[in-house]
DNA sequence: GTGAAAGCGCTAACAT
DNA sequence: ATGTTAGCGCTTTCAC
């Protein structure tokens, strides 16, 4: 079972609490001492028992990322910061994928099911506040994202409509006139969902065009297939739009596909900008035109947060941070040369 | 702390042990018995505490896995299918990025480092065979995939040679005769690699191709950078191919980018494939022709043999696995009319 | 500056 | 079928 103290403290001719103090520094050791005990160790090859160390402190050192859909690229790039970012704390971060399920997702936020995380980040899809309110309060709980607001937890996701009126504004400048939302409202409590199409809704008046709900397209979820869909839907409108801002990347993808099977041209015929910035849009036909925002500084955020939580250091009120975002221009908006419409 | 087997015990007024035994069921226990300890355990919210538990049995519960890049697509699907696998059989997994890097990979196989997990499963790709052979056996590891091969440990991988006989076959039967290679040995022990191009070669043997080591190109990780830089160069050639064999989609991807930007049509003008199968390549412009591995059954399969490798159940001779994979074709090289060669 | 000892919650060997 | 008990390796008082 590896080597233990009582085995470093005999090597070294000192006691059990000394060398736990030259390992962990909680009380000065003479000089001498210390230099005897880091040759024991290192001669053994000594490394903690972190069950042992758990047991005592009461806690496991693990933090969870709950997360949707673990193969949307846009978590994994996140996953990797936070990742990174846990490690560098000393904490062990594992994810779990609720596939956007309220029953997985009422599983994740009820700790008592096994305690073996000291806190959870997570991004909430179907959960509603109510529920997230009656969680047990006991592990704290970081909040990414999509989801639920107004609730007593850290809270970290861009402005949904700043994004939105920057994305439709982007449209507008390019004098499309029938700009489509795809992903609004699916099913309930997506509250992400809700603030991108008010931010279309807003982004459309502040440009003095009308809003047309035949162009506001729900989906059932946020993936390539349901903008594959909806986009079909759109296409086969007697009027269909000129332009279309995507929930997400993957849902613009989707919709891209559509449109290439209609054999429309984008943007020539209809321009598409998504929100996520996730490297498939660097390399596909054409290259997406997308809202960015900073996935890196979301996962490193939001581990910070939850472990200050954890070691209990600020007992400040729950912030709410709206990382940083912009536009990435791509071939989608402004590859083609558009045609002087009469 | 949460609630312990002694409160459990002392409300039900029976030993610890009698409740350990409800709880795991090593011992039988009498029916009254079971009922009053269930009783206590369902009202006062009972979970074992899994620190003591590991620290009791020497185990942890979590295994590892770790692969080289965690935005790629076809690690994320097989991610999933592992963790959901693991939590079955009562494991928690966690995942490292190594990036493919030598340092990260030498870190994770070298368990000394942290005695967190029961076993790991290992995409190797810059570690050498003596590297493997080197490590302490006393956590079990599984390989997957590419790699590393004729070591001592339990290997799940598809049959990579029989794969590339099937891609380009498939190439072969669509009257191409300057078929490419994107991925061959990019950097030094990558050895699926190699095999990808020794199927690639044999299978142009087996058509009466030539092989031209001109269209053969390295590249430095097989990312859709790496596609499309390379494919910048074979259509720069004075004799560009007229297909592509892709060591993975994520090249095949980023080779398909380049086509598009060198205004050429895919099939017509070049058709390209890849091996994985990932999503993104089902939403493609055009949509792309895939070996598809099974990567459910990957997943899942090298979950069971980690976890049979730790509870010590066979102590049979490590296990070669090669699970099933199939062509789907689609548009990359079936897409549109071939004109007729003179 | 250092040591002795008490447990954290659990499992398993040993009793009954 | 059930109870008793000795630790697993560590942190943390309390002593000196």
Same mark, same amino acid.
């Given at each position: ?49 972190? *069950? !042992?160390?758990?047991?005592?402190? +009461?806690?496991?050192?693990?933090? @969870?990322? =709950?997360?949707?859909?673990? %193969? ?119 509250? *992400? !969902?809700?603030?991108?199409?008010? +931010?279309?809704?807003?982004?459309? @008046?502040? =440009?003095?065009?009308?809003? %047309? ?130």
């Amino acid at each position: 079972m590896g080597v233990s103290l009582k085995e470093i403290a005999a090597r070294a001719g000192v006691s059990l609490s000394t060398v736990s103090n030259v390992v962990n520094g909680y009380r000065p050791v003479g000089e001498e001492t210390r230099l005897r005990v880091q040759d024991a160790i290192d001669e053994l090859g000594y490394a903690p028992n972190l *069950s !042992a160390r758990h047991l005592r402190s +009461g806690r496991t050192g693990i933090v @969870a990322l =709950a997360i949707p859909e673990l %193969d949307n690229p846009y978590f994994a790039e996140l996953a990797g910061a936070a990742i990174r970012e846990a490690a560098g704390l000393g904490y062990t971060l594992v994810m779990e994928d609720t596939a956007g399920e309220r029953e997985r997702e009422l599983m994740v936020i009820d700790n008592s099911r096994r305690q073996i995380v000291d806190g959870l980040i997570f991004s909430p899809v179907a959960v509603t506040r109510e529920e997230v309110l009656a969680r047990d309060p006991a592990t704290p709980m970081v909040l990414i994202g999509e989801g639920v607001y107004d609730v007593p937890h850290d809270h970290i996701a861009i402005d949904n409509i700043a994004a939105s009126h920057v994305a439709v504004q982007h449209l507008v400048s390019l004098d499309r006139y029938r700009i489509a939302f795809i992903g609004a409202q699916a099913g309930d409590h997506r509250q *992400s !969902a809700h603030l991108r199409l008010r +931010g279309y809704r807003e982004a459309l @008046a502040g =440009a003095g065009l009308p809003f %047309d709900a035949a162009l506001a397209a729900p989906t059932m979820a946020f993936g390539r297939a349901d903008g594959l869909l909806a986009m079909r839907d759109l296409l086969a409108r007697r009027q269909p739009p000129d332009a279309v801002f995507a929930y997400n990347d993957l849902v613009a993808i989707g919709a891209m596909r559509a449109v290439a099977e209609a054999g429309m041209r984008i943007p020539d015929d209809i321009a598409v900008i998504g929100i996520d910035d996730i490297e498939e849009g660097r390399f596909s036909n054409p290259t997406l035109t997308t809202i960015s925002p900073d996935k890196e500084h979301i996962g490193r955020l939001a581990v910070q947060a939850l472990v200050a939580r954890i070691e209990g250091k600020p007992v400040q009120p729950p912030y709410d941070v709206q990382p940083p975002f912009r536009l990435v221009t791509r071939e989608s908006t402004l590859g083609g040369r558009r045609p002087v419409r009469p």
